[in-house]
């Protein structure tokens, strides 16, 4: 069976979809055996993530154009969306896949984060699994306040300078590139304009306040409706059900109801194992949104 490494790849684009198209078309043409599987847009967000699967070498390779391509196409100083961001390629985890592991994206993400910081002269702040620095191992360690933040304070002190790349900010913003387990970005939309509600959810939800393990959540306006944008770290301990349930039990409580919930990207099979989509309202979801479907070997 083939080696094969996972990369997502967050960027700040959801709005022009000649740009999203452009940044598709490099990471493709970068190596023919990368399968791009999944490209999710958000407009409120202002950001598309892709999902990636290829092999180590390939996957360096369409990760490294994408990067490129985004830097040449965003501009951070007219960037607006309610997403938290630092650079035009913001995120760019490695995940493994297939007969591959922790170290492999490791190696990936400090590869690729070096070829980065050298030959397009963007500041690389390594996270996860490949973070040098400890304190940057968590992403929103190193995202607080965003870009506007880092502008200022990009190498006054160890956390805000960058692990390859010069220490100030050009147009494209900097990049965390890093190594991780399966995410799941599970978003659900309440039948409510009130954001206040779903930012209250979300504190009640996400594990740095107290809440359910291995789950962060924000609440935004999205798409016209309150939104508790969700990152489940670790789908085994806090599967999607239970999160659902909780979201589900704390908005009654504010006597709201669930209009639909949302998958971003593709997930592993089990992740859905024993869950029916129509009852935890997953809005167009079909089997294209499984890893495994496009694997037989």
Known sequence: MKELIECVPNFSEGRNPKIIGAIADAMERADDSVKLINIHSDKDHNRSVFTLIGSPQSIKAAAFRGIEKAASCINLNNHTGTHPRIGAADVVPFIPFRNTNMNDCIQAAREVGK???????????????????????????????????????????PMHTPDFGPSHLGPAGAS?????????????????????????IAKKV?????????????????????????????????????????VKELADGYGVSLHHSELVGCLPQAALDG?????????EFNADRILENYFSD
């Open 115 to 157: 070829q980065v910081g050298e030959r397009l002269n963007i500041p690389v702040f390594l996270y996860g699994q490949a973070a040098i620095l400890q304190d940057r191992s968590n992403l929103s360690n190193i995202r607080r306040g965003e870009y506007e933040k880092l502008r200022m304070m990009i190498g006054t002190d």
């Open 176 to 200: 965390a590139i890093g190594a991780r387990d399966v995410l799941i970005a599970f978003n659900i939309f309440l039948d409510s304009a009130d954001v206040q509600i779903a930012k209250q």
């Open 206 to 246: 996400r594990e740095s306040s107290g809440g359910l393990p291995y789950v962060k959540a924000l609440g935004m306006f999205v798409d016209n409706k309150a939104q508790v944008s969700m990152n489940l770290t670790n789908y085994r301990q806090t599967p999607i059900q239970i999160v659902f349930n909780r």
């Open 275 to 283: 869950i029916n989509p129509k009852e935890i309202l997953l809005h």
